[in-house]
């Protein structure tokens, strides 16, 4: 946590101010609250106690918000459910932390349009089985879509399992109501199957991590729910590399798999050791892939990447073709990341290489773990070359903390060697600054900050998050 605050006078003030524009419960300024609200999941990452949590009910609570923080040369930190991993929704000195985790209205469904409006509160599952009733699906699935928000997922352009054939959060926003940096309102993109009206907006604001606007509503495309039959398929290797073959042969056959997965062994046997699921511990790393084709088609992929998995050198591999197995084969992938949080504080890439490169970018991951002395495991989204390795520190060891720092910078590295992007899926935020900048280049961040002075002049929406 950094030492800046805001002088006292300055605090008090503030605070005075929003209370008399705010409902008494919109409004915390405890202590335990302000901690709770300083930082994302990317605690790795600074953050300094905000003036105030706000949380916001309405859009004209957004919009007094914004209008007091310009006013008064505050910044504006937007979140949702605080399930980012990059910083991104980390408060600054002198910010206002502005929660949109009660706007929770599902404000439409059009089941002939196949779209949904909904505010930027709500969470992911909550949509899914909302939409369900209609016979309709939203795709993007990240992995904490039990808890994290629309509006959250739209920020950071959140992607997810199955996004290897279905895409990402960007492929199904069709427009958004946004409160700009001088509090004024404005409705983007569209409610029609096509639109080319002016420049896309839509598009930009979508992974902008709450630097150019808040978002307070997203329209959202939908896409039918029938017609679809999950297949799983999960094998066994005896190392990262055979795995890694494993993802490039699925990929050279053609098959897109709805979900491509891997996790290695130190996440097989901390999930193992926290939910005694009978994961194989003889294995090093699991691969878990879903088809979703019906009926012949659906077999037919499956038992090719069956096959393809065994070719690799598959020390075993399980199929399961109803939705009971299906979960159950999946299970350890969802609860990985929780299972690792247990072991000690984790650093948590999110690197994308081309599909081609990961097994190189996997061989790569382990020699940085062992020549900086760290334990690293593997997370992937591996059927879009969108790898998350997970370093982990022991509580209180900064020797180890600091060894931890160099192998992330020396990942960052070496996926942008191997042709790859900085980050797939969690954004910039704060952790992917410096590997954001050697990406992008001089030209392109010129280009980003003309950008962000046109709608933020002032900088006070996010300041110092992105780029």
């Known amino acids: 946590m950094t030492t800046d605050a805001t002088p006292p006078a300055a605090t008090t003030a503030a605070r005075s101010a929003l209370a008399g524009m705010l409902p008494p ?16 999941d990317a605690e790795w990452a600074d953050f300094s106690e905000p003036v105030a949590v706000v949380f916001a009910e309405t859009v004209d609570d957004v919009v007094a918000v914004v209008r007091f923080a310009a006013d008064s040369g505050l910044a504006v930190v937007p979140r949702g459910a605080g399930t980012g991993l990059s910083g991104g929704a980390n408060a600054s000195a002198g910010s206002i932390v502005l929660s949109l985790e009660r706007m929770t209205r599902i404000v439409e469904v059009n089941r002939a349009e196949r779209y949904a409006v909904v505010e930027a509160g709500v969470i992911n599952d909550d949509l899914r089985r909302a939409v369900a009733a209609d016979g309709l699906w939203y795709p993007p699935d990240p992995a904490s879509y039990r808890i994290s928000t629309i509006g959250g997922n739209a920020a950071t352009n959140a992607g997810g399992i199955c996004c290897v054939k279905y895409g990402v959060t960007r492929d199904y926003v069709l427009g958004l109501r946004v409160v700009l940096a001088d509090g004024s309102v404005v409705d983007l993109g569209r409610r029609t199957a096509k639109g080319a009206t002016g420049y896309d907006l839509t598009a930009l604001l979508v992974g902008s991590e709450g630097t150019l606007g808040v978002i307070v509503e997203v329209t959202l495309k939908l ?27 699925v990929a050279d056959a053609g098959i897109v798999p709805s979900a491509l997965e891997l996790i290695d062994r130190t996440c097989i046997e901390a999930v193992d050791a926290w939910q005694h699921l009978g994961l194989p511990h003889g294995a090093d790393t699991m691969l878990l892939a879903k088809v979703d084709e019906p009926g012949a088609t659906g077999v037919e992929h499956a038992d090719a990447i069956s096959s393809l998995m065994h070719e690799a050198g598959a020390l075993g591999v399980e199929l399961g073709a109803s939705p009971e197995e299906v979960d159950r084969l999946f299970l350890a992938r969802r609860l990985a990341y929780p299972s690792l949080e247990r072991l000690g504080p984790v650093l948590t890439e999110d690197v994308c290489v081309p599909r081609t490169a990961v097994p190189e970018m996997l061989a790569r991951i382990q020699r940085a773990a062992a020549d900086h002395d760290v334990v690293i495991a593997n997370i992937a989204h591996a059927g879009d070359g969108n790898l998350h390795p997970l370093i982990i520190a022991p509580e209180g060891d900064d020797a180890a903390k600091a060894r931890a720092k160099l192998a992330f910078d020396r990942i960052v590295d070496d996926c942008r060697e191997l042709g790859g992007t900085v980050t797939g899926e969690h954004g910039v935020g704060l952790l992917k600054l410096p590997g954001a900048r050697a990406e992008l280049g001089d030209r392109v961040l010129d280009l980003h900050r003309a950008i962000k002075d046109a709608l933020d002049p002032g900088h006070v929406l996010n300041p110092g998050k992105g780029f």
Do not use: C, K
């Open 25 to 40: 419960d919109r409004l915390a300024v405890d202590a335990a609250t302000l901690a709770d609200y300083a930082h994302d």
């Open 223 to 249: 896409i039918p729910l029938a017609g679809r039959e999950e297949r799983a398929v999960v094998g066994s290797f005896g190392s990262l590399e055979d795995a890694g073959r494993a993802v490039a042969a």
